[in-house]
């Protein structure tokens, strides 16, 4: 066998609509949603300086159906530069391929070759003696495991599987073409290039079972470096996996410690330190995406939490002075008032005895969900951008005790503040 490197990258979303972007004010969306062409191209800037041999793409390529023919045009013209400079690529239709009806009959450049979604099928490199096999998905939903009619390894070649697939159950995302990491062992292949899992992950060590993950973040449960895999590969044996970055937008959690910060400068200096902590030097040219979680036991927990707008507006502006001017998703508060040498917000009686009757009364839960109902109707489906938005998710779920209960301590927040400061 000769030695030869190839790149694995799966689950490109090319122009995905990220529908969340426009619930958070003052995020750069235009930039953001132009991410995942960017990062395509970074991709095939990868793939021509590293002089790889071929591409694999482990499916998912598109988000679904286009919203227009640009989508195509851009993805041939990427795929294209590959294929000028005599490097292969091999596509494998993944779940939201499959749910595009272009899709399916768009003609392919020469030097790319597509998976069929009827039986597994088989390419050949011939004189670098390389097997893949690889099924595409036929439809959007693929419930069975596809690998039982994968084809026995081509003796004495260097054989990779191509698999969109959620492994035997993955985190939070859906069930698709389920398999295991033994039954894929099983199948005596030298490499496993997985797709569908956004989070990159590797089983074994050798033969090896990858996810190289989502090549470019699109929100805050996709966070930290996102690129593809470069494989290096000497006499049949993989001797290097190199994960290498690709994305031009990066999502991060930033943490923003506020224990005994007493003023509210304090606070600002605190978020002006965390976000400098988190532009380091490997974000390069990137854009950072941060979304700020400040805890901590702080006497300013009732004024944070009474002046979330103005808190967002001065964490925005003090990103703006940093250089790279990160971007500011979100702020989650989760501080809380000091036990000791505090005193605790206090009601009146009256007030406080009516929010807990209403917490209480059943007949209110009832018209809530009454007066609420055409609001339900029209709300969208889950999104991935939902994540850690606590008052969707209870709206959805028509869980109105926690969410009153929340009301409750804004009111006892916002009042015994306001009574503070008059």
Same mark, same amino acid.
């Given at each position: ?34 991410a995942t062409r960017q990062a395509l191209d970074n991709l095939v800037d990868l793939a021509l300086r590293e002089q790889v041999d071929f591409v694999v793409i482990a499916g998912d390529l598109y988000d679904g159906t286009w919203k227009d023919a640009g989508t195509g045009l851009y ?214 995406? /941060?979304? #700020? $979680?400040?805890?901590? %036991? ?5 004024? !944070?939490? *009474?002046?979330?707008?103005? &808190? +967002? ?48 009364d059943p007949l209110l839960l009832d018209e809530i969900e009454a007066d609420l109902a055409p609001f339900l109707a029209t709300l969208p489906a889950v999104s991935e951008?939902?994540?850690?938005? /606590?008052? #969707? $998710?209870?709206?959805? %779920? ?5 969410? !009153?209960? *929340?009301?409750?301590?804004? &009111? +006892? ?10």
């Amino acid at each position: 066998m000769t030695s030869f490197r190839f790149l694995h990258a799966a689950d490109i979303h090319l122009d995905s609509p990220l529908r969340g972007l426009a619930r958070h004010d003052g995020l750069p969306a235009t930039r953001i949603r132009e991410a995942t062409r960017q990062a395509l191209d970074n991709l095939v800037d990868l793939a021509l300086r590293e002089q790889v041999d071929f591409v694999v793409i482990a499916g998912d390529l598109y988000d679904g159906t286009w919203k227009d023919a640009g989508t195509g045009l851009y993805m041939a013209r990427a795929l294209g530069r590959l294929v000028q400079a005599g490097i292969r690529v091999f596509l494998l239709q993944g779940n939201h391929d499959a749910a595009s009806h272009i899709t399916h009959d768009l003609p392919l450049p020469d030097g790319v070759q597509r998976f069929g979604t009827r039986a597994p099928e088989t390419f050949e490199i011939g004189h670098l003696r390389v097997a893949l096999h690889g099924q595409s998905f036929a439809q959007r939903r693929v419930e069975q495991d596809m690998t039982p009619r994968y084809p026995a390894p081509v003796p004495g070649w260097f054989n990779i599987g191509v698999l969109h697939t959620s492994l035997s159950g993955h985190g939070e995302h859906e069930t698709y073409a389920p398999c295991t990491p033994d039954a894929l062992l099983a199948k005596g292949y030298n490499y496993w290039a997985l797709g569908h899992v956004h989070e990159r992950a590797v089983w074994g060590d050798g033969p090896h079972i990858v996810f190289p993950g989502v090549l470019q973040g699109r929100h805050i449960r996709e966070s930290g470096a996102k690129g593809a895999t470069l494989v290096s590969v000497t006499e049949g044996r993989v001797t290097a996996m190199d994960h290498l970055p690709c994305d031009v937008v990066r999502w991060a959690r930033v943490a923003v410690h506020c224990t005994d910060l007493a003023s509210e400068s304090a606070v600002h200096d605190a978020i002006g330190l965390a976000l400098s902590d988190a532009m380091d030097e490997t974000l390069g040219d990137r854009l950072l995406v /941060a979304r #700020l $979680a400040l805890s901590g %036991a702080t006497p300013l927990h009732a004024r !944070l939490a *009474a002046n979330s707008g103005a &808190l +967002r507006i001065h964490a925005q502006q003090i990103a703006e002075m940093l250089p790279g001017a990160p971007a500011i998703e979100k702020i989650v508060l989760t501080t809380t008032l000091p036990v000791e040498g505090y005193p605790q917000p206090q009601l009146g009686d009256d007030l406080s005895r009516l929010l807990e009757e209403a917490l209480a009364d059943p007949l209110l839960l009832d018209e809530i969900e009454a007066d609420l109902a055409p609001f339900l109707a029209t709300l969208p489906a889950v999104s991935e951008t939902d994540e850690g938005d /606590a008052v #969707l $998710a209870r709206v959805r %779920a028509k869980a109105w005790t926690p969410l !009153l209960s *929340a009301a409750a301590d804004t &009111l +006892r927040t916002r009042f015994t503040t306001e009574a503070g400061d008059s």
